[in-house]
């Protein structure tokens, strides 16, 4: 069976290294074809939902992991951009942007993450059970996985490597961690991860959206023992629904869901942006909704 989406784990046998490949094809070109995304967007966008469906490999968690960018410049053309995947393998992303000539010329996700301006890049995890936590991420730079991977090397002090890619067709990336190394590790193979650094610095964007896990590893570590368990699967999935659509009507207040329903001839719809549901309300089922 071939995968279109799917989280390829490896480790390198004997040694104290563990690492994900990500590859997201029709998951990502549903998303993209949510709104009318400038190209870099969808660039930035498809490296986001990669960077998540990594980064929740790296947790023994049930829930879900968003990497999410919040502009706080009111000039800056792109609002915010989120991706969340979580531990059954959903994904999906959205992004708010102002159309604007300025697109034209930004090609690259780091010319998207630019173009936010101010603001912060921030990762939170929502377990099942438990409290949700959410780590700002340093900007060293405009490009995701730069900061990511630093960030993962300050907050969790585990030396990670982390490429992201995206082209018009897929979304791919690999994450390489060097795990706590015993005594006797570092005596077996002292350049253990300077070799695998400076190998892992060598794949070509194309050859993560391009190849397959198991070729891409074998172009990289062919003179290590590389593992490679059976691969999960990842998807695009939405946990909207009609209930949580309620729930924000609801927020809202019944005089202004009252004032919406009027100014929308008698059909209130809200719409999911993750997944272009819509959910209409007419008169009863708002009434119905505040006579709880
Ligand atoms: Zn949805």
Not at 154 to 166: D, E, F, W
Request: aromatic letters at 8%; a negative charge.
């Amino acid at each position: 069976m071939t995968l279109a989406n799917y989280r390829q784990r490896f480790f390198i046998e004997n040694a104290p290294v563990r690492g994900d490949v990500v590859k997201l094809t029709d998951a990502y070109q549903t998303v993209i074809a949510q709104k009318p995304y400038p190209n870099a967007v969808k660039m930035l966008l498809g490296e986001m939902m990669v960077a998540a469906s990594l980064l929740i490999g790296t947790l023994k968690i049930n829930g879900r992991l968003s990497v999410q960018l919040q502009s706080n410049d009111d000039n800056a053309k792109l609002n915010w951009a989120m991706a969340e995947c979580d531990h059954t393998g959903a994904v999906r992303a959205l992004a708010g942007f102002v159309p604007s000539d300025e697109w034209a010329t930004k090609t690259t996700s780091d010319d998207a993450f630019a173009m936010l301006k101010g603001g912060v890049l921030f990762i939170s995890i929502h377990p099942e059970k438990g409290e949700s936590y959410q780590g700002i991420v340093e900007r060293v730079s405009d490009n995701l996985a730069e900061c990511l991977a630093y960030y993962q090397k300050q907050s969790a002090q585990i030396p990670t490597l982390i490429k992201l890619a995206t082209d018009d067709v897929a979304a791919g990336g690999i994450l390489v961690q060097l795990l706590p190394q015993s005594k006797e590790d570092k005596d077996n193979d002292p350049d253990l991860w300077d070799r695998l650094s400076a190998l892992t610095t060598t794949i070509k964007p194309k050859e993560l959206t391009d190849l397959p896990a198991d070729e891409l590893l074998y172009r990289l570590y062919h003179e290590e023992n590389v593992v490679t368990p059976e691969p999960s699967g990842l998807q695009f999935d939405c946990t909207c629904s009609a209930q949580k659509s309620a729930a924000a009507l609801v927020q809202l207040g019944h005089d202004e869901a009252l004032q919406m329903l009027k100014t929308h001839e008698g059909n209130l719809v809200l719409d999911c942006g993750f997944c272009g549901a819509e959910y209409t309300f007419d008169k009863k089922a708002v009434d119905e909704l505040f006579a709880q």
